[in-house]
């Protein structure tokens, strides 16, 4: 099954937000080096992940199991907007 219009349109959002709170985020994990070799790479699999763990919710509350499908159009939304997250951390 495809992601709903809800879902996509909430995956927006929360790519929106977690853009610019970016700044934030690579600040947190700056207190981590010099154990993390990439910071920018650190901070961008921190925001992929909180996406990703709201996309979860979403599911969740629509008390829906998430499909391979959909989790092929998850990655592919996040691999569209890569370039915009990276460039909120540099």
């Known amino acids: 099954m495809a992601l709903t219009k809800y879902i996509r349109d909430f995956l ?12 934030s985020f690579k600040q947190i994990v700056q207190n981590y ?4 070799t990439s ?5 961008f699999g921190i925001i992929s992940g909180c ?5 979860l919710r979403a599911y969740e509350n629509e008390k829906r ?4 499908d959909d989790m092929q159009e ?8 890569a370039a915009l997250i990276k460039k909120a951390i540099k």
């Open 12 to 23: 927006d959002s929360q790519i929106d937000y977690y853009i610019s709170e970016a700044q």
């Open 33 to 36: 080096s010099p154990e993390i």
């Open 39 to 43: 910071v920018e790479d650190a901070t």
């Open 51 to 55: 996406v990703y763990s709201a996309f």
């Open 65 to 68: 199991a998430v499909e391979l």
């Open 74 to 81: 998850f990655n592919k939304i996040i691999k569209q907007k």
